[in-house]
């Protein structure tokens, strides 16, 4: 049974976060993307609390009410800060120093692309959904004609205008854009619970502005890898998709998903919480 816990890290950064299993079991962080939040990940926080893991999933930073800097001061909301919270998150729980599982998706796949690499002797495994290897999405980038299409949105995000237009007629752009991914209503209406307002929203986006168009280059993953991902995806195509085993220098599963698009978390909730249970057990933390 999922319940919500609190999770203070500093004074003034609070997050809300799903939480199910046994505390003292492995612990899986899962960290979810844009458009979405914590609740991405309920149907594998409850299986993977059932199966005996400690499963936490956080609304990240700005996201969490809690936990939200001025969206106005973008240094706030530096990937370096974003990542040091999933690490902070890490620590609060009593497993400072030590092995864990790490999921991520969209967003949460990038900072945990980098956790991946920064740290690698701190993960037991990795699990990415969507995602695809920085190094392998900057050279579709450059050789798919079709990617920088499917990534447009990274640069209308900048705009000062997008966050209105985010959320114009009931947040028109981001209901419609879930249900183009599959995803069911009971779930955009969680995800619009969190997001669907302008100081969230602000937040969310504050994320794309503190980066903007930069992709920092991280080495070949070192971690035993699951990457999962829906040929249905409209931002990541299948060059960046495919391409990310070559930058995997551990063990690697690519499973692709027939008809799932970007978010197969929501879309197909039973089998990813099989293959991420598969994983976990292949490679112990």
Known sequence: MIEVRRIETAPGMVFDASVAGPEDGPLVLLLHGFCVSRFYWSAQVEALGKAGYFAVAPNQRGYAAGA???????????????????LDIVDRLGRGGKRFHLAGHDWGGSLSW??????PERLGSLTMLSRPHPRSFNRAMAEDPEQPRRSSHHKWLLDPDSVPRLLANDAEW????????????????????????????????????ARGSRHDPVGPTKVPTLYVWGDA??????????????????????????????YAADQMPERVAALMLEHLAAHPA
């Open 68 to 86: 939200r800097p001025d969206p106005k001061n973008l240094a706030d909301y530096r990937i370096e800060l974003l990542i040091r919270d999933a």
């Open 114 to 119: 980098d956790i991946a690499d920064r740290q």
């Open 174 to 209: 981001v209901r419609s854009r879930l249900v183009r991914n599959g995803v069911p209503a009971a779930q955009i209406e969680k995800h619009i619970s969190v997001i669907g307002n302008e100081p969230a929203m602000e937040a969310a986006v504050a994320w794309y502005r």
């Open 233 to 262: 995806d409209d931002t990541v195509g299948r060059m960046a998709a495919e391409g990310t085993g070559e930058f995997i220098a551990a063990p690697y599963r690519f499973e692709e998903l027939p008809g799932v698009g970007h």
